[in-house]
């Protein structure tokens, strides 16, 4: 059973230069409820892993820096 | 996968809005019994209301209204199916708790008087409380939880209940959805608030998590309290709401209603005389927007200006505060443009309808130790506030029940048996992502069981969800987050089953568009002043059967009993 890999945009949107994960942050993880924020090892910065994302806004307002732009989904816009 | 063993008194399952509530009033008033509260996602931010609420539904305040009031209001909305008992048990404690939660630092609407400003919403009384700051319920929630020392473990997706060999309720089994951890709770008594299946049907958006309710909330409680043998009711009565079309959110009728708000049809004419949200008011919406006037829009370009941003501050705010976003998306402002409304995606929930686990008025199922609360349970259109007072309810009673008792005994074949079912899609080599197996059964259910009502489509229906269980035994997760979504597509197929077996089964229709059967079209109150239940069969299978409506505490008159379905404007009001 071969799969194929899907691509979406994101609509939660991380400023890296404002996201201070890489300094221990979690908060925008661990509030969202649909749990789709993750730690980008690499960078040491928050992304969105999954798109399942319910435009509902903890981690916007949480995030002590400001640093997540949530947009409405692609297909809802 | 390793296991990881825990054993408490009292298990809160859900960390929304009744589950909290129990956890709390539990540890309040035995304060030496361990409490564990769990969630999905994080108790902080968890639930129906993680961003807030805009306003209480069904506030009974002295002097506004009574509990006979309430009750007998809320008998009416949903055609005499109700246990009355149940929802008097949240009319007498409903101004109790207000006066709780704002001693805590909710905020809820007052006049200059200090006295809580009720508005009149539904059909026949006033019901509704504002909460303009609503936006911190969760954080002053939480807040008591810590002051009562109440233990909280977050992402843990419980997918079955533990029954011992007495029947009686033994704990819980769940996945932690990070570290994909199987983790074993046993327990004296445990108390399910895992909220509405708001994962049944797909938005016509397409988009799997842009639905109305929270959704975490995927109908995990139904499938567990099914699958552990309690009776679950009114399944066939599907929770349907009219909403911003698109977005899929609330308008919100309980916002807007009092400030000069109201719903309109194509040609700006008002047509139902009440925005409460009923199955009959559905029925009308539904009409306007398949007939000849649709479509159908919330109405407030002729407020004032100074209403408009009164409004916006709320509903741009608390409880779904992207509604701005949306709107500027698409250049929409409430003060030139109408907002295009539509027909939600079906879902279960007593909350909003009354399709849940049934309790009875002290929050206890049918499973000896096991309660429900908030909108898994079948107590009609209890909303936030009545999940918190049932959430009491459960959490007091609960430290009754298991006074002297040990835990029941566990079963290890059914420990070792949900282990197996839990991590067969992460041990499978390749196989169908679970995502995609939930977008093809709910785009099903909305083929097949969206009212109206059809019985060939859900018998047709039923035939095709038989197809996509055997899918789930094909689904392949990569991680622990996709074990999470696959355990959520077996309690959605469990939810759609049960919502069709207990649709074919109540062969007339009743509560306006909840229940609307093209080829049963009248209410037969000979044959189905009942409730339909269902539960597991010897079988395996869900079988339904009738249990009788208790008799009522508040007599409802014969020129009372039909004033639902008289929602219709008899001729056109200028807009």
């Not at chain 2, 700051?133 to 233990?151: S, T």
């Not at chain 2, 139902?272 to 949200?277: F, L």
Request: aromatic share 8%.
């Amino acid at each position: 059973m071969p799969s194929i890999q899907n691509r979406n945009i994101a609509s939660v949107i991380v400023d890296a230069d404002k996201c201070i994960a890489d300094k221990g942050c979690r908060v925008c993880i661990d509030v969202c409820p649909t749990d789709i924020l993750v730690l980008d090892p690499a960078q040491g910065k928050v992304r969105m892993a999954y798109d399942e994302c319910w435009y509902c806004l903890p981690c916007e307002h949480d995030c002590p820096t400001k640093a997540i732009r949530v947009e409405i989904p692609y297909l809802l816009r | 996968m390793s296991t990881r063993e825990q054993t408490v008194d009292i298990l809160v399952i859900g960390g929304g809005t009744a589950g909290p509530i129990a956890a709390i009033k539990a540890k309040a008033k035995a304060p030496h019994l361990k409490v564990l509260l769990l969630d999905k996602a994080n108790v902080k931010r968890a639930g129906a209301i993680a961003e807030g609420m805009d306003s209480v539904n069904n506030a009974v305040i002295p002097g506004h209204a009574t509990p006979e009031q309430y009750v007998k209001e809320i008998t009416i909305a949903n055609d005499g199916i109700v246990n009355q008992a149940a929802i008097n048990a949240y009319a007498v404690r409903s101004h109790d708790m207000i006066r709780e939660l704002d001693s805590w630092g909710v905020k809820f609407e007052k006049d200059e008087t200090g006295d809580y400003a009720v508005k009149k919403v539904h059909h026949l009384g006033a019901y509704v409380l504002p909460m303009p700051e609503g936006y911190n319920v969760k954080k002053v929630i939480f807040k008591q939880l810590r002051k009562q020392g109440v233990a909280v473990s977050n992402r843990l997706t419980t997918t079955r209940l533990l029954v011992g060999s007495d029947g009686r309720i033994a704990g819980a089994m769940a996945l932690d959805s990070r570290s994909g951890e199987f983790v074993v709770i046993r327990a004296k008594a445990v108390v399910l608030c895992t909220g509405a299946a708001g994962r049944l049907g797909l938005p016509s958006s397409g988009y799997l998590f842009g639905t109305y309710e929270n959704p975490t909330n995927a109908g995990d409680g139904y499938s567990m309290a099914y699958h552990a043998g309690a009776e679950l009711s009114g399944l066939e009565c599907f929770q349907i709401n009219p909403l911003i079309k698109d977005y899929n959110g609330p308008a919100c009728a309980y916002v807007t209603g009092p400030f000069g708000g109201y719903t309109v049809n194509a040609k700006g004419e008002r047509f139902i005389k009440s925005d409460y949200w009923s199955g009959q008011m559905m029925l009308e919406f539904w009409r306007e927007l398949e007939g000849g006037n649709g479509p159908v829009f919330l109405k407030l370009d002729h407020l004032a200006d100074e209403t408009v941003t009164k409004i916006e501050n709320v509903l741009h705010i608390t409880e779904r505060p992207t509604r701005g976003l949306f709107h500027e998306g698409r250049g929409t402002d409430y003060r030139t443009d109408l907002v295009e409304m539509h027909i939600s995606e079906i879902g279960l929930c007593g909350g909003h309808s009354a399709s849940g686990v049934w309790v009875d008025e002290h929050a206890r199922t049918t499973v000896p130790g096991l309660y429900a609360a908030g909108d898994l349970c079948n107590v009609a259109h209890n909303y936030m506030l009545g999940a918190m007072v049932f959430g009491q309810i459960a959490g007091e009673d609960a430290v009754d029940f298991i006074a002297d008792k040990e835990p029941a005994e566990v079963d290890a074949a059914a420990v070792a048996a949900e282990r197996e079912r839990i991590f067969a899609p992460l041990l499978r080599e390749e196989g169908i992502p679970p995502t995609q197996v939930e977008y093809k059964l709910r785009r099903l259910v909305n083929d097949y069981l969206q009212p109206p009502k059809v019985t060939r489509k859900m018998l047709i229906g039923l035939q095709r969800f038989a197809e996509i269980r055997a899918d789930l035994a094909q689904m392949k997760a990569e991680n622990p987050h996709e074990l999470m979504r696959a355990m959520e597509a077996h309690a959605i197929l469990d939810c759609a089953e049960l919502a069709a077996a207990a649709s074919l089964y109540r062969t007339e229709s009743r509560w306006g568009l909840y229940h609307y059967r093209t080829d049963y079209p009248e209410r037969d109150d000979a044959e189905w002043f009942h409730f339909v239940q269902v539960k597991k069969g010897n079988d395996g299978r869900p079988q339904c059967f009738k249990r009788a409506v208790p008799p009522y505490l508040y007599p409802i008159d014969a020129d009372e009993r039909d004033a639902y379905d008289q929602l219709r404007v008899d001729a056109p009001l200028a807009a």
